[in-house]
């Protein structure tokens, strides 16, 4: 009978997803331990299984060791690549995404840019404590190194700009019709992060 069928199959499937979890567990485990006893070498090939599954924390993992050149040549390119798979979830994505744009690797500088990848990990309170922390370091380098009114210009821009800017790798041009503020996308100085008066008065520039 259907019901049967029905039944069996969802068995099938359930006993599968808790066995691919058991593999997922041991991977992991496997992972973190070439990782602890510096065998990166070991620790890539795992850290790419779980990656391509799904696994964002993994895909920073794989993103740093090719940053870094840790076990893997160095390429920024592909560092970049692997930290897009965890973006825009994943704090540890923002902020390394932000030194990237900062310090010009793999990508051409934009400070603004890293200026608000690390502001958004601060103020919304994105990942563990160590997250925050590292990003609030990188905040508060921005905030001392950039230009207020560069400061002041990239809160003008919308949420929706920045996801697109990163995710194009830079390859806007100029800011789009369709990711400029309006009604229905509020500039990143109009969201809710702020104080009254935290900010102060000024005006953005034009297609903003």
Request: one cysteine or more.
């Given at each position: ?18 066995w691919?979890?058991i593999?997922?567990?041991?991977t992991l ?14 620790a890539?090939?795992l ?14 993992e794989?993103g ?11 390429d920024?390119a ?15 994505a923002l902020?390394?995404i ?16 890293a200026?608000?990848?690390f ?8 990942g563990?404590?160590a ?5 609030n370091r990188?905040?508060?380098r ?7 009114a560069?400061?002041q ?9 920045l996801?697109?800017?990163v995710?194009?790798?830079?390859g ?11 009604p ?15 900010i102060?008065e ?7």
């Open positions: 009978m259907l019901w049967i069928f029905m039944m069996r199959l969802f068995l099938r499937l359930l006993l599968l997803a808790f691919a979890q593999a997922h567990a041991d485990s496997e992972a973190l331990a070439a990782k602890s006893r510096g065998d990166f070498a070991a890539y090939p850290w790419v299984e779980l990656a391509e599954g799904g696994n964002d924390k993994a895909a920073i794989v740093l060791m090719h940053h870094l050149g840790q076990g893997v040549p160095q920024y592909l560092a970049m690549d692997w930290y897009l798979k965890a973006f825009p979830k994943n704090g540890d902020n390394n932000g030194v990237m744009y900062r310090d010009s690797l793999g990508v051409q500088q934009n400070r603004k840019i200026h608000l990848l502001l958004t990990v601060h103020m919304a309170g994105m563990n404590q997250t925050v922390m590292r990003a990188n905040l508060r921005e905030i001392s190194e950039l230009p207020l560069e400061r210009e990239s809160l003008c821009y919308t949420s929706q700009y996801m697109a800017y995710k194009s790798k830079g806007l041009e100029g800011i789009p019709e369709n990711l400029r503020a309006s229905e996308r509020k500039r990143i100085k109009e969201l809710n992060w702020w104080l009254p008066g935290e102060g000024y005006s953005c520039p034009p297609n903003t």
